[in-house]
């Protein structure tokens, strides 16, 4: 059984797109038929200034912290500190990339493979030193990921493309869970089709599949953007009644940045 630790920079990920994230489907895709998750942290940062003074805001924040504990994480808060200039400028600082680098380092030691959510730069070394100590490094990040951390880890996905770990939206009609997320395959400009590439989830495994679509089914203003690698778009998947129904990829549409 491969022993498996899933760590969450929690606010690079809510900043950089990955706000409303389902942490049970971290869980789902620590705990696959061959794989027991051991370790589940998520570090956050938390204004405890506020929460002192603002009811409506630590009712909410508590809640969120609830439903991480209720999906099996343990929460390692960074409390938000406020530093003022010379003129009288506050700024703040919460930031909780040391914790999380310092307890991976100590934790790895009993696990074989680490799920790393974020997109910042500055664990590359983290990566390196894990992977040194036998760890398999898997990176899942947002927008605005660092060239570097996808290229050292062991294998990098984008969280808008693992099935339900962020809502899609306008997603969630009669047709179930039939919108996907993807990226081309490849695509026949001459003549206006290709597939989509995109993934199901089945029993906490990741499987690659592929589907049809003709520019016909999008409303996109220009067919290069089919081209543009790394592009993301939203689709739904349909029965075409008019070709055996065989599935196709409509009302094709761009992931929105930011």
């Known amino acids: 059984m491969i022993k498996t630790a899933i760590y969450v920079d929690a606010e690079n990920i809510k900043m950089s797109g990955g706000y409303g994230m389902r942490y049970d489907v971290l869980v789902s895709l620590a705990n696959s038929c061959n794989s027991a998750m051991l370790r589940a942290n998520c570090y956050l940062a938390e204004d405890h200034e506020r929460t002192q003074r603002d009811p409506e805001y630590r009712q909410k924040v508590y809640a969120y912290h609830n439903i991480l504990r209720s999906c099996g994480f343990k929460i390692i ?125 089945h029993e906490g495994v990741l499987h690659s599949e592929t589907v049809f679509f003709h520019l016909s089914k999008s409303t996109l203003p220009s067919d290069h953007i089919f081209q543009e690698p790394h592009r993301i778009f939203e689709f739904k998947i349909v029965d075409n009644p008019a070709n055996n129904n065989r599935s196709e990829a409509w009302d094709i549409r761009l992931l929105k940045e930011g």
């Open 77 to 201: 808060k960074k409390y938000v500190r406020r530093f003022k200039d010379e003129d009288g400028n506050i700024t703040t600082k919460a930031n909780a990339d040391m914790d999380l680098a310092i307890d991976a380092l100590h934790q790895a030691r009993n696990l074989d493979r680490i799920i790393l959510l974020t997109g910042d730069g500055d664990f590359l070394r983290l990566i390196i030193a894990l992977q040194n100590m036998g760890c398999r490094v898997e990176v899942i990040g947002f927008h605005n990921v660092s060239k570097e951390l996808r290229e050292v880890a062991d294998s990098y996905i984008s969280g808008f493309l693992v099935p339900g770990l962020l809502p899609i939206v306008g997603g969630h009609n009669d047709t179930g869970d039939r919108w996907q997320r993807g990226t081309v395959a490849n695509f026949n400009q001459d003549r206006g089709f290709g597939f989509f590439r995109y993934y199901r989830l």
